[in-house]
Nanobody
Framework: QLRLVESGGDLVQPGGSLRLSCTAS????????IGWFRQAPGKWREGVSC????????TYADSLKGRFTISKDSAKNTVYLEMSSLKPEDTAVYYC???????????????????????WGQGTQVTVSS
């Protein structure tokens, strides 16, 4: 069974940091680009960051640049999202998604087109609160 499993979500104080993990089960992420998305209560899902399959290119939502960092460890079949200087408005369920194909080897998929992604995880909750 092909699955993406997110982990690392937690309750953290404003200004704190978290590292989320997205691990593939049943398939190898080597040829998949990975995107992170989030959905806050009452809001639409939004793109956070994505990384090309070979890891050479990343993109971020403009509002998150400088605070979030995406990385890929193919040996561990895992993609990470390092989040720092967290704010209450970062509270959301965070999802990862995988996009397969040579189109994404050197260029990440869009953060605004869900159709470019083939597999989605179930999400991990991040709550930023004092």
């Amino acid at each position: 069974q092909l699955r993406l499993v997110e982990s690392g979500g937690d309750l953290v104080q404003p200004g704190g940091s978290l590292r989320l993990s997205c691990t593939a089960s049943g398939f190898n992420l080597e040829h998949y680009a990975i995107g992170w998305f989030r959905q806050a209560p009452g809001k639409w899902r939004e793109g956070v960051s994505c990384i090309s399959a070979f890891g050479g290119k990343t993109t971020y939502a403009d509002s998150l640049k400088g605070r979030f960092t995406i990385s890929k460890d193919s040996a561990k079949n895992t993609v990470y999202l390092e989040m720092s200087s967290l704010k209450p408005e970062d509270t959301a369920v965070y999802y990862c998604a995988a996009a397969y194909g040579s189109s994404w080897y050197h260029q990440p998929p869009s953060l605004t087109n869900d159709n470019e992604y083939d597999y989605w995880g179930q999400g991990t909750q991040v709550t930023v609160s004092s």
